[in-house]
């Protein structure tokens, strides 16, 4: 007995670490963008909140100034660091997304479009979707020639990993184990703040190259080749 209530306190006290390092990772990159935000504020066209007339239209200057930044620091990105980043990116979300509309389907019968689908006596889960759409970015990807479609399918591929993985346990058991402690809550949730930590590194990078060309007027890479 003593056994077997120390193993569930030290499981409950893992998921309860691996739960706060989920938290942490989406924690730190709300921060990255704020600090971004500050970064693009100081050093952008936009008035400082003591110099500004309306500090909400200074404010929206700034936004619209950083969306500037990291679009073009996104557009000056090699193509394959622009796909893992799309990988990364999506899967993250979607995993997270998964998990809180699932959550919040267990006290309500919709949540916006989202619903449990039954077909006859059986449930579908969400992995069927995302096996679906993994494959089915992975054959194009195969099948295609056109690099510039990678980065497109990479969304797709990384969404249908987040909608399988975030039901892995349920494959692996071949039983509905979503919220059991058979659910690898912990390895998932510590698979998905990696990816998001990895994917707000790339961004971080995004938005340097975004600084250089909208904030200091530099040539895009691609431009300086084709001047050269």
């Known amino acids: ?50 110099d500004a007339d309306d500090v909400l239209d200074a ?18 990105t090699p193509r394959r660091e622009n796909a893992l980043f799309n990988l990364l990116a999506s ?18 019968e919709r949540v916006g479009p989202f619903r449990n689908v039954r077909i006859g006596k059986r449930h579908i889960h969400h992995f069927v979707p995302g096996i679906l759409l993994a494959f089915a970015a992975g054959a194009a990807a195969i099948l295609t020639d056109d690099e510039q479609v990678e980065p497109h399918l990479a969304l797709a591929f ?23 402690r058979k659910g690898m809550l912990s390895v998932q949730i510590t698979l998905a703040a990696m990816a ?6 790339l961004g971080a990078r995004f938005l340097r190259r975004g600084e250089a060309v909208v904030l200091e007027g530099q040539l895009p890479l691609f431009a300086e080749a084709e001047h050269a």
């Open 196 to 201: 998001l930590i990895s994917a707000s590194i």
């Open 59 to 76: 404010a929206a200057e700034a936004a619209g100034e950083t969306v500037a930044v990291a679009l073009s620091g996104y557009r000056d």
């Open 1 to 50: 007995m003593e056994l077997s209530l120390g193993r569930n306190r030290g499981l409950a006290d893992a998921e309860r670490r691996t739960i706060a390092l989920g938290v942490a990772a989406y924690a730190v990159t709300a921060a990255a963008l704020l600090v971004e935000f500050g970064r693009v504020w100081r050093r952008g066209s936009a008035p400082l909140p003591r």
């Open 158 to 180: 990384g969404t249908g990993m987040g909608l399988t993985l975030d039901e892995s346990a349920l494959l692996l058991e071949l039983e509905d184990v979503y919220w059991s």
């Open 91 to 108: 899967f993250s979300a979607s995993f997270s997304l998964a998990r809180g509309i699932t959550y919040l389907l267990r006290r309500k």
